[in-house]
């Protein structure tokens, strides 16, 4: 199973107070075949890393560094796929998640796939239609900046399609989702979980802050009275489609800086696992080393 620990910094005269803990990323996943609860799910988060942000910011920067020179090797190696599913309720941070944890990440290798309400020509097709497309290709990472799990979710809340729809398609995606781990693309799913007062809370500062008005939807409010909907929708998705070939994990997201920790360490695990190698250099390298002390004409 993942897991990741930090230490926290031994100061000499508080050594007492310091503590090695140890996160198991199971504490976060949904097992397959389990009920979920969302109330009982932790939003805050804070208690796993005993409220130290402090050291929390340096585990982070450790992560996004193992992210970071893992990603080379995967794209050097050109044979694993990363596919990253982001999903959330407005302001819980899919955007922010995605800078903070992959800055520092060539962007070659990483590309954001974003998908909003589908377009005519989308709908005239199947809902995975518009997505098969943009799942990672050898050598890269994918990250879903929400995904064909709307099509569960907001499809749902809104009763765009009829149940006898929607419901078959927990069945569709989790065979789509075999299908790409089958043919080599590793899976990991995220549900950035907030508090609907939270969600309030950052609401009122985008109405609030003038920098960031810009991103105050008022189409945000309605869909915020369908809360108890989306939170039944996100219920049923995340335990009918976390499997042992893509996972769901549920994210504490209230605070960023927790959220950005665990994303980061999610996937640092789950690139350490899938554990890319340099492919081979060339036969006898060596000799190219005299080739190349030759001089060229100008
Ligand atoms: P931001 O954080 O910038 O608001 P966002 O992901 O919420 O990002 P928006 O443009 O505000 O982006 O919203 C995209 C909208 O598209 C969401 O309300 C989402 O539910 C909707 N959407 C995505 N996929 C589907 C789908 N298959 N059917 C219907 N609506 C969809
Ligand atoms: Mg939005």
């Known amino acids: 199973m993942l897991s990741f620990s930090f230490s926290y910094p031994i100061?000499?005269?508080?050594?007492?107070?310091?503590?090695?803990?140890?996160?198991?990323?199971?504490?976060?996943?949904?097992?397959?075949?389990?009920?979920?609860?969302l109330n009982d799910r932790d939003t805050s988060g804070k208690n796993h890393f005993n409220d130290d942000k402090e050291s929390g910011q340096k585990a982070l920067a450790e992560y996004k560094e193992d992210i970071a020179r893992i990603q080379d090797v995967l794209y050097a190696e050109h044979k694993h796929r990363l596919l990253i599913v982001l999903q959330a309720m407005d302001t819980?941070?899919?955007d922010g998640t995605i800078s903070a944890v992959f800055e520092g990440v060539n962007p070659q290798g990483v590309r954001v796939a974003n998908f909003k309400a589908p377009?005519?020509?989308?709908?005239?097709?199947?809902y995975l239609w518009r997505v098969h497309p943009h799942t990672p290709g050898k050598g890269e990472i994918v990250v879903f900046n929400r995904s064909h799990y709307e099509d569960v979710l907001v499809v749902r809340a809104h009763n765009l399609v009829p149940e006898q729809r929607w419901r078959k398609r927990y069945r569709h995606i989790n065979e789509f989702e075999r299908?790409?781990?089958?043919?080599?693309?590793?899976?990991?799913?995220?549900?950035?979980?907030?508090d609907s007062e939270t969600q309030r809370e950052r609401l009122l500062d985008r109405i609030d802050t003038p920098?960031?008005?810009?991103?105050?939807?008022?189409?945000?409010?309605?869909?915020?009275?369908?809360?108890?909907?989306?939170?039944?929708?996100?219920?049923?998705?995340?335990?009918?489609?976390?499997?042992?070939?893509?996972?769901?994990?549920?994210?504490?997201?209230?605070?960023?800086?927790?959220?950005?920790?665990?994303?980061a360490g999610i996937i640092a695990e789950t690139l350490k696992k899938i554990n890319p190698q340099y492919p081979r250099p060339v036969e006898h390298i060596e000799q190219y080393r005299e080739k190349l002390a030759q001089p060229v004409n100008k």
Do not use: C
């Open 211 to 263: 920098e960031k008005q810009w991103k105050f939807n008022p189409g945000d409010i309605e869909e915020r009275k369908l809360w108890p909907d989306y939170m039944k929708a996100y219920e049923d998705a995340l335990a009918e489609t976390s499997t042992d070939w893509a996972p769901w994990y549920i994210v504490p997201a209230d605070h960023n800086w927790v959220r950005n920790l665990v994303v």
């Open 92 to 94: 819980a941070g899919k």
């Open 11 to 37: 100061i000499a005269l508080e050594r007492e107070k310091m503590v090695e803990k140890t996160m198991d990323l199971d504490d976060f996943r949904v097992k397959p075949g389990s009920k979920v609860n």
């Open 179 to 194: 299908l790409l781990h089958d043919e080599g693309t590793t899976i990991v799913k995220l549900f950035l979980h907030i």
């Open 119 to 126: 377009t005519l020509p989308e709908l005239d097709h199947d």
